[in-house]
């Protein structure tokens, strides 16, 4: 049944992805209810697919790299379910699919068993500081696809000739506000995480230490360049792009830290 429900979410992200392919390839791309509808049944069988290894291991499914990644992009699939039609943002379905399927794809090819022990008790505290730092990813990740939408949606604007998806991507201001609150979403979030970690006395090596506090302290920057009005929208945007595939590349490093 596990194999099953993620099989099933995957093959409703790549539906997504390839739906908005041919649209883009036909030069008729028209953002409708199937993008958004394909990702919610594709979030809703990795929601599945984590409430039975959940229930399998008896604690929150995060005992290994494959998990992780899942849960990360059920994560992002979820806050753009949440999010996508507040800000008008129903196109940026076709620009989160891609990289729900990559995170996917990634996890299924991934070998790797969890490292949870069912027989041992588990410390909920140390499991929300986890669940809470990859949705705060997921939140981040959301905000990458913010800024590249923005980073396009500028190009076409100085663009002479703008292709046609210019005239489906949403107004510039939505796209930098809403990758202004994404970022702040997620830096509440991981903010939350480390003081339920220290709720937990959670003990955290040196290494993980120092590669979690980084994120942080980049998000920190990001934000407070952008209030103090140091960062354009523009820098704000290629940044936390730049940012996330950071975060991304040191998410293995923590993850193996977390089990050393």
């Known amino acids: 049944m596990e194999n099953f429900t993620l099989l099933a979410s995957t093959l409703c992200y790549l539906f997504s992805f390839g739906h908005t392919l041919f649209a883009l390839g036909a030069r008729r791309f028209q953002p409708g209810r199937f993008n958004y509808i394909a990702m919610a049944f594709g979030a809703a069988a990795q929601g599945w697919y984590l409430s039975l290894r959940g229930a399998a291991e ?66 909920p505290w140390i499991e929300t500081h986890a669940a809470l730092s990859v949705v705060a990813y997921g939140a981040f990740g959301l905000a990458c696809v913010a ?15 703008p292709a046609p998806i ?19 979403f997620g830096f509440l979030l991981l903010s939350l995480s480390f003081a339920v970690g220290m709720h937990a006395h959670l003990f955290v090596s040196g290494e993980k230490f120092i590669c979690s506090m980084l994120i942080w302290v980049l998000y920190a920057l990001l934000l407070a360049g952008a209030n103090k009005g140091l960062l354009s929208n523009r820098r704000l945007a290629l940044f936390a792009v730049v940012t996330f595939l950071l975060a991304l590349a040191l998410l293995p490093l923590i993850e193996h830290l977390s089990h050393s």
């Open 147 to 161: 800024g590249l939408m923005f980073l396009l949606q500028e190009g076409e604007l100085k663009s002479r000739r």
């Open 58 to 123: 008896h604690a929150c499914p995060l005992g290994s790299l494959p998990e992780m990644l899942i849960f990360l992009s059920w994560s992002i699939a979820l806050i753009y379910l949440v999010i996508g039609s507040s800000y008008r943002l129903s196109l940026m379905g076709a620009f989160t699919a891609p990289l729900v399927l990559l995170l996917q794809i990634v996890a299924l090819l991934l070998p790797g068993k969890s490292h949870q022990t069912p027989s041992l008790p588990h410390n």
């Open 166 to 184: 210019f005239h489906y991507l949403p107004p510039i201001t939505v796209l930098a506000e809403s990758l202004k609150r994404l970022l702040w």
